[in-house]
């Protein structure tokens, strides 16, 4: 499946010309660039995509390895991998479930579409690119007849919070919004809802390694 969409969005007083598609081995250097990017220094290079992820996103899963132009620029991109997923037993990390990114363990009969990444460059940060990737990987769900789209989201305020409030408390006070998070109340805007807590989900001082485990079913299906 070749995916490719287009739409016009408003900045900076006119419309611009945006396309999601299918990122390929051309883009390979610029997404990498985005990274750089979009996560500096002090956080780690070696976390950034490198060419052998991208290229088994490209040749294992290339339905799920989706970017976004602006007007002919590379803006950003979200990736995912099939998996198939229990609810009954949600306990996972990201490295486990997207076989730390290489996507290795990609299940072509999985139930479940898992993000494993999305990136915006900062440039285009408030043309709400990432909703529109989402909304894209919806449609993938919908396409391959998926149960739902699944992830983690970080929950990066819990540091300034953590000495007066449980990880339990910070995420209810999210989810009814209460309290914004940088990550987790975008999820929410972008249709997500909450599955659960996810413990030593990812190396992340911020979060303190927890993270919010957040769907979007397949309203066409009836998901178990």
Request: include cysteine; aromatic fraction near 12%; hydrophobic fraction near 35%.
């Amino acid at each position: 499946m070749t995916y490719e969409k287009y739409l016009y969005l408003y900045n900076h007083g006119k419309n611009v010309k945006v396309k999601v598609r299918n990122y390929k081995k051309d883009d390979f250097s610029e997404l990498i660039k985005i990274q750089e990017e979009s996560f500096p220094p002090p956080y780690p290079s070696d976390a950034w995509w490198n060419e052998e992820q991208l290229t088994n996103h490209v040749m294992l899963f290339p339905e799920g390895a989706l970017c976004v132009e602006v007007d002919g620029v590379l803006a950003g991109s979200m990736t995912g991998v099939l998996v198939t997923f229990d609810p009954a037993h949600p306990e996972h990390t990201w490295e486990e479930i997207t076989d730390n990114g290489y996507i290795r363990n990609h299940d072509p009969n999985g139930n479940t579409l898992y993000v494993v990444d999305i990136c915006i460059r900062p440039a285009f940060r408030k043309l709400d690119l990432g909703k529109w990737l989402m909304q894209s990987m919806y449609e993938v769900v919908v396409h391959k007849d998926l149960d739902r789209l699944l992830g983690g989201g970080r929950l990066p305020g819990f540091h300034k919070v953590a000495d007066r409030m449980t990880i339990e408390e910070y995420y209810d006070a999210v989810i009814c919004g209460e309290w914004k998070d940088p990550v987790t109340s975008f999820l929410l805007r972008c249709g997500r809802t909450p599955v659960g807590i996810a413990t030593n989900y990812l190396e992340d001082e911020e979060s303190h390694n927890y993270a919010a485990l957040m769907e979007w079913r397949n309203p066409f299906k009836e998901v178990k």
